[in-house]
């Protein structure tokens, strides 16, 4: 049934695309690998694992020309696992993106399940992540994993003043007599001008639910133990831990010197759960070097802190393009968290029972 699904659908783009003369480019991207982790609940764990460095992806996106400077625009794109075939999300064929909108000289309007702001324009900023898929800021409470608004409506200028973009976007809660459960809406700028990129963005999510021990390692939540821990056995006692708010800004800047680019970015992110607040902040600096054409080599340094507890994370990869299309990488995460926490890296594994985690990936990625 899928099959046949994905075949009709992809079948119905192109040929409405060649009735109405407007361009749809079927593309994707594959990337799969072997990672080694450390004491992943408490024993070290070889794994197939794919969607690393960069997320498994089909997409279908596309264009019509309306005339005047006007033209149609849309994405599908659907996240899926390399080694079983299966959506990442059931039931959910296209998790990634789903939006069509109006392209104009003004500006792009858009609808649908949309990347927020801190992933469109503060994501880019997470030096770690360009070589280690892993090294997203722990727990991604600060959004830099590619999260989305889901039943949005979204706005994004056009390139202005010689490198300024700005949009703003809301996603509905679709909820009856609930406007504002599950909503959210975000907001960012960025200004790219020869070697520099300097962006902001600010996202809030209304109730959103969170996994505090999966995500960051931790045993007690807002004063609420949400773990237990019992020789090599761990208990996760609030994976769905509903929150009042989230609210997270953040600033980055990147600045590139020759074949190397310096990377550096800043997140607060504020959680409010019934009267109380707590608040995460993250700090990460660090470098891309294009050794050659074909050679990079990445390195990043995170340090987080929330609710007394601290995270230390360093990222170090080395990526070789094969052709246009086709890269190798290795790349390897040591975290170090204070007591009290398990570490887990980038909420990919499970938390370490201990106050440290390391990994070490080779990988391969390829793009259609």
Known sequence: ???????????????????????????????????????????????????????????????????????????????????????????????????????????????????????????????????????????????????????????MSPTLFGGLTFGGMYGFSNTPGSFHDNSGWSVGAQYANGPLTVAAAYTHVATPTIDPYAQIGVHSFFSQTVASVTGNTATDLAPAFQIRSLGTLGIGASYAIGDVTLFGNFSDTVLKYLDMTSVMHVYEGGATWQVTPAFELVGGYQHTGFEGHTWNQVTAAALYLLSKRTELYVSGDYLKASAGVDAVIGASFQPSLTGNQTDLRVGIYHSF
Do not use: C
């Not at 959910?92 to 000289?105: E, H, K, R």
């Open 1 to 155: 049934m899928k099959r046949t699904m994905i075949a009709a659908l992809v079948g119905a783009a192109l040929s409405t695309g060649a009735l109405a003369q407007s361009s749809v480019t079927l593309s994707g991207r594959l990337d799969d690998g072997i990672t080694y982790v450390t004491k992943e609940g408490g024993s070290s764990n070889t794994r197939m694992d794919s969607g690393v460095l960069f997320p498994n992806l089909w997409i279908l996106s596309g264009h019509e020309d309306l005339g005047g400077g006007y033209s149609t625009v849309f994405k599908l794109s659907s996240l899926f696992n390399v080694n079983n075939g299966q959506l990442n999300q059931d039931n959910t064929l296209f998790g990634q993106q789903a939006w069509v909108g109006i392209q104009s000289p003004y500006g792009t309007i858009s609808m649908g399940n949309q990347f927020d702001f801190s992933a469109e324009y503060f994501g880019q900023f997470n030096v770690g992540s360009a070589g280690s898929g892993y090294a997203i800021h722990q727990g991604d409470f600060d959004h830099t994993n590619n999260d989305r608004l889901k039943n949005s409506i979204k706005y």
